[in-house]
Structure formats: C-alpha cells, structure tokens
C-alpha cells in the first residue's frame, strides 16, 4: 500500500502540476498529512485520512481504537482502499453488486477524506458549516472513494465543508452474537461512524469548518446509517456530534437483537465456513483466521439471503442501539435538531425479482421477507396491497413501503415541527436514481455508467434538488437558499404532510410543487410499525 500511495503521490505531481498551488499541511496531533489544492476550483482535498487504528488481528471485531502516531508528513492525494465488499442474493441487477474499482480493498479502511474552499481555512471570522457524508451499499458494500466532496461544495456556493467516512462492512463490520457480545463489539461498523463522528467534532476547525454546525447526510444504507446514529445511545449521544441530518431513501431493513435467531444462525454459518466450529474460542479462532478466508464466507453468506435483502446489518445491542428504532423515533428520542428526509417515488423494484415477481403472491411474499411474521399478518399485508395493481406492482410496494418509505415518515414524525419532506419523482424514480444529481462526478472513472446519468439533464431541475441538501445544511432551512432556483416555498412536513416532489411535464418542463402526503401511504406505514416487533423494525 505504502508503494502504491508512493508512485500515486509521482504520478499527482507529473500530471497535475499545473492545476495544484501550495499544498497545505495540517497537523491531527497524532500525525501530519499533506492536501493538494485544485487552483482552477480554489478547493483544497485531503484524501485517505486515518482516524482509526487498523481493525485487524486482535482488534478485529472490536469497536474503533485511536490511530498511533506516525512521525513525518503524510501524502493525502489518494483514495484509500475500500473496505472488503459483499452482495445481496443472486441477481443480475444488483444495484450494490461489486464494482470495477480503481482502489483497492483492505481490512485496513479506516478513512476518511476532507474537501474544503481553500479561502475557508484560517478566516479570521468564518468557519463554515460540515456535512459528513455516509456512502450506501446495503452495509456489506460501498466506499467514499466515489463520492467527491468538491461535487457538494461547488452545489452549495462554496459554503460548506465536506467530509467523507468508510465503516466496516459486512461481517468484518456487522457480525452478531452472543459470542461477539462477550468479546467484542457488536455493531462495530456503527461504531466506526461514531468515531469518525468524534474525529470530525475534534479535528475539522484546522479545515475551516464548524463543529457546532454538522449535517450528517447518507443515502440508502448511509441514509438507515444516518438513522442509527440518530437513535444512537437513546438519543442522547455526548457531546452533540450533529445538529441536522439528511436521509436520501432511508433503509431500515430487519434489526433484531444481537442474539436472536437469526443473527446466531448467522454466527454459527459464519463460524462454520471458516473451520472455526471445533474452536474453544470461535470469536478467537476468526480473529485469527486469514482475512480472505473471512471474506470468502462474507460474500457466500450475503449471496444466499432472500433475494434484494441483506444479512449483515446492524442489530440491537443494548448499548449503543438500544431498542428497535421505530420504539425511538416514536418515543422521540432522537440526537439532532433538524431533518431533510427525500425517497424516491419507486424505491422497492431494484430489491424484488421482477421476472419472478409477475407469478408470486403477496402473501408468500411478505412470509419470505419477514420471517418471523405469522399466517395473519401476511393477510393483512395482502388486504393492504391488493389494490395497488398487479402481482409485480405489489412487491415492489411492498418492499419500498416496508423497508425505505415508511421508516422515513417514522423518522419525520420523530422531528415534528423539525423536518421537511421531499419526493424524486423523475420516472422511473428508482432507488438509488438521485444519487447522481447531487453527486455528478460519482461515475467519472466509469464513463460507460455515467452517460447515463443524469435521468433529466435539466440545469434549473437539478440545481433546485440538489442544492436543497446544501441550503438545508447550511440554514437548516431549504428555503435559505444558497442561489435562487425555481423551487417554490417548501413548508415543514408537519405542518399538514406536505412534502416537495421534484418532477417533470410531459412536455419536458420542471414541476416542482408541494403535494399532502397519500393517506393511505400512511396508513399502509401505520401497518409495519404496528408489526416492527415481528419485522425486527
């Protein structure tokens, strides 16, 4: 890896020389890193930044410990190496299947990078206000590699500071267990956001940003990530680590205790496929395991899961997650002050087999998903569904509504009075779709995807979506806008469940307006939460 940053750092110099001024020098106390400043952009990046130990060996497992200190100057010009990578199911459109990369991946991924103005550091009267950005990928895959902080400074008018974060991923980040319980840490990908969370609170004034000012913001898995930390430590995190949080298509997919059922049958397949069952110790035995016999059964475990669904998420462990979220966020006991929550208007058809989906039934369907749900429940499900249309239409509602749709108004509702509601309702409105509106440069390295991004190239379009995050972090207002764009008053979603849906006519034009939240939506979400003990919601 040393080699690799080594001829990076090189080949930075030789052909971005002319783009670079001043490299500027912050010194974290337990080491020093080098930036690179874009002078044609006037934004300065620190990339692969340590904020944690290595989690390997003996601290595999095990909640995040401090980096040692390194003597010298550290080169921040590379993306750091991923974190090991899994699926979900079989399925040729997984959207979070592995991707072609262009870093590499390793145990050792505790990083995150830094984007700022370069004017912003050292103003004598300005810090600017943070958002940390938490990447997707159903918590077994993802990185911060692809996600570019200049994208969001450049969207809110060079009025933010930009932090990107990796976690532990899949089983190296979300295995449960008793076992894990007694030497270990569940949750421990959790964790790690916690970590970076402190970092940025102690360290982001030497990069110009404002630590009582932070905006945690994530998308799908980094949206239920979001979510977490929200309910983290009954909602009364110290200190405040954020003060707004952003959702894009929350996930909140099954999280049971840390020794329920299904997370120990987990334990013992996982501890199976690595010749740890005859162990003493099998939390030992993994420890020290070879890391790709350990990823070997990651990625075997998550591809056997029902279809669309993930096995390693994060569970509830008495501590940190200390009871099912949805009991939280309806008893309102929630760390922050502000919230932006925005779905896509089709979130569920990337997570459901639409070959398969035309002959199944809702009922089977909704068994296969939540296991633990009776005979009854499953009617109840059926009766709510039947008149959303055909066979496919009602699983695709089913799942939307079940894991990322309902959890948003469960996550409004927490913050009433205190949040604002948004709808991407560009056909064909998919999960993930909006992604590339406020992360434009999320594909560069992939120009064969990227082409075809975004779904309507419509300038005045994707500047009123995509800087209503930044004016949200910013004034904790969409409407405090950082530029003037054609988004009409936005009112809080409380206030008679009106949200903000961002679409278009039929002739091509922008129609963005305020619509009232669909009753019987909300009353399909009174269904789940009505059953999140069985769902493990």
């Given at each position: 890896?040393?080699?690799?940053?080594?001829?990076?750092?090189?080949?930075?110099?030789?052909?971005?020389?002319?783009?670079?001024?001043?490299?500027?020098?912050?010194?974290?106390?337990?080491?020093?890193?080098?930036?690179?400043?874009?002078?044609?952009?006037?934004?300065?990046?620190?990339?692969g930044i340590r904020y944690a130990a290595a989690p390997v060996g003996n601290l595999r497992f095990r909640a995040p410990r401090p980096p040692a200190h390194t003597t010298g100057v550290q080169l921040a010009n590379a993306q750091p190496d991923q974190c090991y990578q899994a699926g979900n199911g079989l399925s040729a459109t997984n959207p979070y299947k592995p991707r072609d990369v262009v870093v590499g991946t390793s145990e050792d991924c505790l990083f995150l990078s830094v984007s700022y103005p370069s004017d912003a550091k050292g103003h004598p009267t300005r810090q600017l206000p943070v958002i940390v950005w938490i990447h997707g990928g159903g918590y077994v895959g993802g990185s911060s590699s692809m996600y570019r902080g200049t994208d969001i400074i450049a969207q809110s008018n060079r009025g933010v500071v930009v932090v990107t974060i990796q976690y532990r991923l899949g089983v190296f980040g979300f295995l449960a267990g008793?076992?894990?319980?007694?030497?270990?840490?569940?949750?421990?990908?959790?964790?790690?956001?916690?970590?970076?969370?402190?970092?940025?609170?102690?360290?982001?004034?030497?990069?110009?940003?404002?630590?009582?000012?932070?905006?945690?913001?994530?998308?799908?898995?980094?949206?239920?990530?979001?979510?977490?930390?929200?309910?983290?430590?009954?909602?009364?995190?110290?200190?405040?680590?954020?003060?707004?949080?952003?959702?894009?298509?929350?996930?909140?997919?099954?999280?049971?205790?840390?020794?329920?059922?299904?997370?120990?049958?987990?334990?013992?397949?996982?501890?199976?496929?690595?010749?740890?069952?005859?162990?003493?110790?099998?939390?030992?035995?993994?420890?020290?395991?070879?890391?790709?016999?350990?990823?070997?059964?990651?990625?075997?475990?998550?591809?056997?899961?029902?279809?669309?669904?993930?096995?390693?998420?994060?569970?509830?462990?008495?501590?940190?997650?200390?009871?099912?979220?949805?009991?939280?966020?309806?008893?309102?006991?929630?760390?922050?002050?502000?919230?932006?929550?925005?779905?896509?208007?089709?979130?569920?058809?990337?997570?459901?087999?639409?070959?398969?989906?035309?002959?199944?039934?809702?009922?089977?369907?909704?068994?296969?998903?939540?296991?633990?749900?009776?005979?009854?429940?499953?009617?109840?499900?059926?009766?709510?569904?039947?008149?959303?249309?055909?066979?496919?239409?009602?699983?695709?509602?089913?799942?939307?509504?079940?894991?990322?749709?309902?959890?948003?108004?469960?996550?409004?509702?927490?913050?009433?009075?205190?949040?604002?509601?948004?709808?991407?309702?560009?056909?064909?409105?998919?999960?993930?779709?909006?992604?590339?509106?406020?992360?434009?440069?999320?594909?560069?390295?992939?120009?064969?995807?990227?082409?075809?991004?975004?779904?309507?190239?419509?300038?005045?379009?994707?500047?009123?979506?995509?800087?209503?995050?930044?004016?949200?972090?910013?004034?904790?207002?969409?409407?405090?806008?950082?530029?003037?764009?054609?988004?009409?008053?936005?009112?809080?979603?409380?206030?008679?469940?009106?949200?903000?849906?961002?679409?278009?006519?039929?002739?091509?034009?922008?129609?963005?307006?305020?619509?009232?939240?669909?009753?019987?939506?909300?009353?399909?979400?009174?269904?789940?939460?009505?059953?999140?003990?069985?769902?493990?919601?």
């Amino acid at each position: 890896m040393f080699l690799r940053r080594t001829i990076d750092a090189l080949l930075f110099c030789v052909f971005a020389l002319p783009f670079v001024s001043a490299s500027p020098i912050i010194d974290l106390g337990y080491a020093r890193y080098q930036g690179t400043v874009d002078a044609s952009a006037n934004t300065t990046t620190f990339l692969g930044i340590r904020y944690a130990a290595a989690p390997v060996g003996n601290l595999r497992f095990r909640a995040p410990r401090p980096p040692a200190h390194t003597t010298g100057v550290q080169l921040a010009n590379a993306q750091p190496d991923q974190c090991y990578q899994a699926g979900n199911g079989l399925s040729a459109t997984n959207p979070y299947k592995p991707r072609d990369v262009v870093v590499g991946t390793s145990e050792d991924c505790l990083f995150l990078s830094v984007s700022y103005p370069s004017d912003a550091k050292g103003h004598p009267t300005r810090q600017l206000p943070v958002i940390v950005w938490i990447h997707g990928g159903g918590y077994v895959g993802g990185s911060s590699s692809m996600y570019r902080g200049t994208d969001i400074i450049a969207q809110s008018n060079r009025g933010v500071v930009v932090v990107t974060i990796q976690y532990r991923l899949g089983v190296f980040g979300f295995l449960a267990g008793a076992k894990v319980k007694e030497n270990g840490s569940l949750n421990a990908g959790l964790l790690d956001q916690d970590f970076a969370l402190r970092w940025v609170n102690q360290h982001i004034g030497k990069f110009g940003g404002d630590a009582s000012k932070v905006t945690i913001w994530g998308e799908s898995a980094g949206a239920g990530s979001v979510l977490q930390q929200i309910v983290a430590n009954g909602g009364n995190t110290k200190p405040q680590l954020f003060r707004a949080a952003i959702t894009s298509s929350t996930f909140l997919p099954s999280q049971y205790n840390f020794n329920d059922r299904i997370p120990e049958l987990i334990y013992s397949e996982f501890v199976a496929q690595t010749n740890c069952s005859g162990a003493a110790d099998s939390l030992a035995c993994l420890r020290q395991a070879d890391v790709d016999v350990l990823e070997t059964a990651n990625t075997n475990i998550n591809s056997a899961a029902f279809y669309g669904t993930f096995a390693l998420v994060p569970v509830v462990d008495g501590e940190f997650i200390r009871q099912r979220p949805t009991l939280s966020l309806a008893q309102g006991k929630v760390n922050g002050k502000m919230l932006l929550s925005v779905t896509n208007s089709n979130e569920g058809p990337e997570f459901v087999d639409q070959e398969a989906a035309a002959s199944a039934n809702a009922t089977q369907y909704v068994l296969d998903l939540f296991p633990n749900l009776k005979a009854a429940q499953a009617d109840e499900v059926y009766a709510l569904y039947k008149g959303l249309g055909e066979p496919t239409s009602q699983l695709n509602a089913i799942m939307g509504d079940s894991i990322f749709v309902c959890p948003t108004y469960y996550l409004l509702r927490a913050f009433a009075g205190r949040s604002f509601k948004g709808e991407m309702a560009i056909l064909p409105a998919l999960h993930g779709q909006d992604v590339l509106d406020y992360f434009p440069s999320a594909f560069i390295d992939f120009p064969e995807i990227a082409g075809a991004f975004p779904f309507y190239n419509n300038t005045a379009f994707i500047d009123a979506f995509s800087q209503s995050f930044t004016s949200f972090a910013i004034s904790l207002d969409p409407n405090v806008r950082v530029t003037q764009t054609i988004t009409p008053r936005w009112n809080k979603w409380s206030a008679g469940h009106t949200e903000m849906r961002f679409n278009k006519t039929e002739s091509d034009v922008p129609d963005i307006r305020s619509l009232k939240t669909d009753d019987a939506l909300l009353e399909r979400c009174r269904f789940w939460e009505s059953v999140g003990s069985l769902t493990g919601q």
